[in-house]
Structures are given as C-alpha cells and as structure tokens.
C-alpha cells in the first residue's frame, strides 16, 4: 500500500461479523474514492475461513491469522496492528467505537505517534486534512477537529455511515499471512466468552417498549412504567445507567452492550439519549420523549416530544390510554 | 494490594452547556461538574476489591476545586487516601496530556492496579487507561463490568462486556491498568454527614507538578448538533399532553 491509504480494522465474535466493520468499510470507500487512494481491510482471526470470501468495498483485505487471535486480546492485537500499521504505513485508520476499538485506540496512539479522534461521526479529507466530527458530552454538541499531518486513528461510532456501502458484488483480493511478531509472553490471556442469560423477555419482538432512563428517578417509579408497558401490549426497557442502579435486570438493556430494537413505539421517559442508547432505538417506528431538558439529544431522534415531567405525565397518560381502550 | 483511583471532574451534561466566546471550548464560568460517572464505578470497583481482600485504596482526584469534594466522598466511601491532582481548565479533555502526567505521578506508586473509568464525558482523544497502560508499559483492557484478584496480587481475573450482553473472561498480569465500564453493584451512596465529617479530616496529598504540554486533538469547532430533524414538542398541561400522545398511538393502531 502507498502511504497515504486508508485502513479498516475489523470486529468479529466467534467468527461472526460485526455490522460496524461494513460500516467503517463504508465511510472508507467513500474517502477513498474521494481522494483516489486505497482501502484496505484487516482481520485479525485464528480461521481465516469465515471471511476470505466475503465482498469486501475493499481494494484489499489482509488476514493475520494466528491460534492467539481466535478470541479478541488488546494486547495481542495491539502488537500485530502496531507491527503491520507501521508497515502499511497509511493516513487513516478507521476502528469501532465499540470494546475492542476503545481497547486499541489509546495503545496504538502511543505506539505509532498517532493522533487519536474519539466518538467519530463524520470524517473528511480536504487537501492533505483529515477533518473529523465527533459527539461530546454524550452527545449534546459536536466538535469539530482537524489534522494537519501523520497518521490518524478515527473511532467511528456505530449508525454514522450505513453498513450496505461496505460491501460490493466481487471479493477483493485477499492476502493471508501470520503474525508479523512472534506472540509469546503475553500478559493477557484469553479464558471465555460467556453468553448473557436468557430473557425473560426478547425485547426485539415486542411492538411497543417505554425507555426507563434516569429521569425515572428511582426503581419504585418503574412500577408505574410496567403497568403502561402492559396496558399498551408491550415491554419496560431501560438505559444502562438504570440497570447499573439495579432498578431493573440486565436483560431489559437497550443499546450498545444491550438488545439493539426497532419497536412500532418506542416512548423514552427520562431519557436524556446518549449515543450509546440511541444506538440502540434509534430505528424505531415511532419514538416519543419526555425529558425536563429541552436540549436533550432524545429530542434528534423522536418524532414526538415533550418537556413535562415524567412523574407528572405517566399516571395522566395511564388513565387516558385506559380510557381509549376501555371505549374501543 | 494496591490500587489507584483516577477520579475526574467533568461538566454535567444535564445542564446547560454554554459555548465559549473562541467558539471551540465550554464557557468555564458556565459549567457545573460532576464526577465522571465511570470513575465513580471505578472507585465502587476498588472498594468491592477491599471488601474482599482488604485492598489499599488510594483516590486521585483530577481537576478544580471540585476534586477536593470528591475525594471526601472517596475517603468516606472507605478509600485510605486522597490524591488532588490539580487540572486547569484547558487542558481537561485531552487525555494524551492528562495520561503522560498521570503516568509521571504514578510509575513509581507500587501499584497493583490503577482504575479508571472506560471514558469521560468530555474526552475527544481515546481512552484514558490505555494511554496511561501504555506509558507506564502496563497491559489496558477496558469495557469492563467486574475485577477481581487473589489478596496476595500476581493476576487479576476480569470480565469484559461485548455488544449483545456477552462477555469475555480475561486473566491480567499485574500491575495493569484496567477500563471500568460498570461496578459488579452499584456505586454505594454514602450520607452527607459522613462526606462533611470526612472533610474536616482529610488530609489531601496535592501533586502540583507541570503539565506535559503534548495535545491530542485540536478542537476547531464547538457547536449544538444541526437542528433538522428535531422532535416535534407537545405543548400543555399533563392532561393535554397525554390526550396528545394516547391521540397518536390510536391514529397509528396502537390503541
């Protein structure tokens, strides 16, 4: 590759793509066409058979294969990418705002003198510049930034560039090699990768959810959210910070680490939308939000909103759903 | 065992967050912190470790001011000691700077771990440990959800949380920086009393050193998100609001 390419790192589980690696592929094509140079993408793996033939918007795909890399290892990754990065030498380097991604990012940086841009949603290459847009403080603003020069990692976050233009109709030639470095002496082992528990409910088939967020303001206001779940035939659901308070389980997560949804009705009560949530509802039919924050960024991605109280508005919302369907 | 707490002091975001004049930073006057609420989770991460093995707990506080009230409620969570590290204003953010002076004021600590949250609220650069693992030439692994280690240190054993609930089991060699993305429980709350009895007896150890003045990523540009596609608000009292909502959900067959 000439210097001045652009590079994908690939996610995979259990030899099972992840949606944002065709994601990255797709806002990679779209610079590389734009700047005529190439895109490569790099899968780290111990079986290189699940993705020698997969149609690539590639120019090229590089597998690393090694018994090591059959389960994700920052640290063995952190070698063979800083290894092979070197060598390839490119402009840009495009990796998942995701666990694996985040583990990289800042190992990479050090090790390559690389600067590193966080949260990416949009990036840019405008005569010799990488521009970039990226989401602070969970998502209420947008920072631009720009490099000048050396090679940039951008962490792109899921949903910013749609995983259909990372795949076109021929494979792209496919390199495999093994690992550039030898890796021995690791001081992180891989033990397991253990399965979540059974929900008592699949959050991903049922028509209407109703978000709890923190605005719900405490487990005993969940009570309240269950009943008009219930009464509208559908689920309660909430944010991570809901389930670390342990107001509800760890099945009833939606978004990054959680179910990925996509209900005729989502209502978000309480929810302030941090990119990390709306990943994970942002393709409902119908989202409707209640948060006192007219700033909150729920409000980019519901059609409805409002900025009661949800306290206020859930017992006034419970009788009059009761009401229209006691007359129907 | 010893373990470090990196604990930062970031804007809240549930507040209103006023652009600066340069149109690329947050008005300093205007903002109101908060712990960084990973942190938080690092530190009930630490604790639990001491409740289990009777760990050594230090907090390192970062940032203003504010830092110092956070390092009370440390102390009177059970922390042992409290670290101020002073941050000015403009260099918080950018965590290339903040992990090159942690790694100077922590290489020589003698610890077995050094926790901090997976990311901040206000971080443009990549995660904090994995830069700091990386100067100190410790392994990083973040995202995640429980830590724990026999009393005597060697290896921690860590689980990871990947997309869809799954999650990774890992042994770390110590010493080794680790990414909390959730505390095996939730943060413990702890009464007001006790934080204002711990602060008339805290003995803060304030590191003042320089600053590295490296930078990660230069911010030409703050600003709110594009207005286009914005919710279309319900104007009125719960009553009509309500009336507004049920009205859509039965336009649509959902009553």
Request: charge should be negative; aromatic fraction near 4%.
């Amino acid at each position: 590759m000439s210097p001045g390419g652009i590079v994908v790192v690939a996610e995979h589980l259990r030899g099972e793509l992840a949606d944002i690696t065709l994601e990255m592929l797709a806002c990679g094509r779209e610079l590389a066409d734009a700047s005529g140079s190439g895109l490569i993408c790099v899968v780290l793996t111990s079986d290189p058979g699940p993705f020698k033939a997969l149609p690539f918007a590639s120019n090229k795909t590089i597998i690393v294969k090694d018994p090591i890399l059959g389960a994700f290892n920052p640290e063995a990754y952190t070698k063979v990418l800083s290894h092979l990065l070197k060598d390839l030498s490119p402009r840009l380097v495009l990796m998942g705002s995701t666990s694996i991604g985040m583990d990289l990012a800042g190992s990479l940086s050090v090790a390559l003198g690389a600067t590193t841009v966080g949260n990416c949603t949009r990036i840019e290459l405008e005569g010799g510049k990488v521009l970039v847009t990226s989401k602070l403080y969970g998502g209420k603003l947008t920072a631009r930034s720009e490099v000048e020069q050396g090679m940039v990692l951008c962490v792109l976050m899921s949903g910013s560039y749609p995983k259909e233009g990372g795949t076109k109709n021929v494979v792209p030639e496919v390199e495999i090699r093994d690992s550039p470095v030898p890796l021995t002496g690791l001081r992180i082992q891989f033990r397991e990768l253990v399965e979540p528990d059974a929900a008592d409910v699949d959050l991903t088939k049922v028509p209407v959810l109703v978000g709890a967020g923190r605005g719900v303001q405490g487990a005993d206001n969940v009570k309240a959210l269950t009943e008009l779940a219930e009464l509208l035939g559908g689920a309660v659901c909430a944010t991570r910070p809901v389930v670390d308070q342990g107001w509800l389980p760890r099945t009833r997560q939606v978004g990054r680490s959680g179910a990925i949804v996509k209900p005729r009705l989502y209502l978000a009560l309480g929810i302030s939308g941090a990119p990390e949530h709306v990943e994970g509802m942002k393709d409902s039919e119908l989202i409707i939000a209640v948060n006192t924050d007219p700033d909150a960024p729920i409000f980019d991605v519901a059609q409805y909103g409002t900025t009661l109280d949800v306290q206020d508005l859930i017992p006034a919302l419970t009788e009059k759903v009761k009401e229209l369907k006691g007359g129907a | 065992m010893k373990v470090a707490v990196i604990i930062r002091q970031v804007p809240d975001v549930v507040e209103e967050l006023v652009i600066a004049e340069d149109g690329r930073s947050l008005s300093e006057d205007d903002v109101m912190y908060i712990t960084n609420e990973l942190d938080d989770h690092a530190l009930e991460q630490a604790l639990i470790l001491k409740g289990r093995h009777g760990a050594h707990v230090a907090a390192y506080g970062i940032g203003g001011s504010e830092a110092r009230d956070a390092l009370a409620t440390s102390v009177a969570k059970g922390a042992e000691e409290a670290v101020y590290v002073p941050l000015e204003f403009k260099d918080r953010g950018d965590n290339h700077k903040l992990a090159m002076h942690l790694a100077s004021l922590l290489r020589d600590g003698g610890f077995d771990l050094i926790l901090s949250g997976m990311q901040a609220a206000d971080q443009v650069d990549g995660s904090l440990g994995g830069l700091l693992a990386s100067h100190l030439s410790m392994p990083y692994v973040g995202g995640l959800v429980g830590v724990d280690m026999p009393p005597g240190g060697g290896k921690a054993t860590v689980k990871k949380e990947y997309p869809g609930g799954r999650i990774g089991v890992m042994d770390v060699t110590s010493p080794a920086v680790l990414g909390i993305q959730s505390s095996e429980q939730p943060p413990r709350y702890v009464p007001v009393s006790k934080v204002m009895q711990a602060k008339k007896t805290l003995q803060v150890k304030e590191l003042k050193t320089p600053v590295p003045g490296v930078a990660g990523v230069h911010i030409t540009q703050l600003q709110k998100p594009e207005a286009g596609a914005r919710a279309k608000m319900l104007e009125g009292d719960e009553a009509k609001v309500a009336a507004g909502i049920a009205g859509l959900l039965k336009e649509r067959g959902l009553l």
